[in-house]
């Protein structure tokens, strides 16, 4: 649910992009709100907010690095995801810190690294990008501060 002040903030951003605010004129919510939940061109990626374990470890991860770690960097890994969802923020720069901390050193463990991240991010929708904060290209992701998708409703009484 969004809150007065960021209805004010995407009231503004949809009267100055003129697709947008003809469908909002038109009173067309429900194109409004696709439109809004769109992915942005040119992208726009952020870093996600949650991400199972199995997501990462069953998808283009290397096992065999898992046996090189220290036991302080498994351990670090380990507990990462030690909650009940067994899901990692990387919004979070703590846990970023983290897995730089536990996937460095040799090419091997770079690329595992590499390959982490690759789950950690995504596109954003028009409608998150008015919100996120940050500079939004795949080597610095925005940080999300509003989360789609945006319901057609919560654009009643913009």
């Not at 050193?105 to 789950?119: E, K, Q």
Request: with cysteine; glycine share 6%; charged share 20%.
């Amino acid at each position: 649910m969004l809150t007065d002040e960021q209805k004010v903030t995407l009231k503004a951003y949809i009267q100055g992009v003129p697709e947008l605010n003809t469908l909002y004129v038109d009173g067309n919510l429900t194109g409004l709100a696709d439109s809004l939940n769109a992915t942005t061109s040119p992208a726009y990626t952020l870093w996600r907010t949650s991400v199972t374990q199995d997501e990462i470890m069953q998808n283009g991860f290397d096992w065999t690095r898992v046996d090189n770690l220290s036991v302080g960097k498994a351990r670090i890994w380990e507990w990462m995801f030690d909650n009940q969802e067994v899901i990692i923020n990387p919004s979070k720069a703590n846990v970023r810190a983290g897995i730089d901390a536990v996937w460095v050193g040799t090419a091997a463990d770079l690329a595992v690294r590499a390959a982490v991240y690759v789950h950690c991010k995504r596109l954003a929708s028009v409608f998150e990008k008015v919100f996120a904060t940050g500079v939004g290209s795949d080597a610095n992701p925005a940080l999300l501060t509003v989360e789609g998708p945006l319901s057609w409703n919560e654009l009643i009484g913009l």
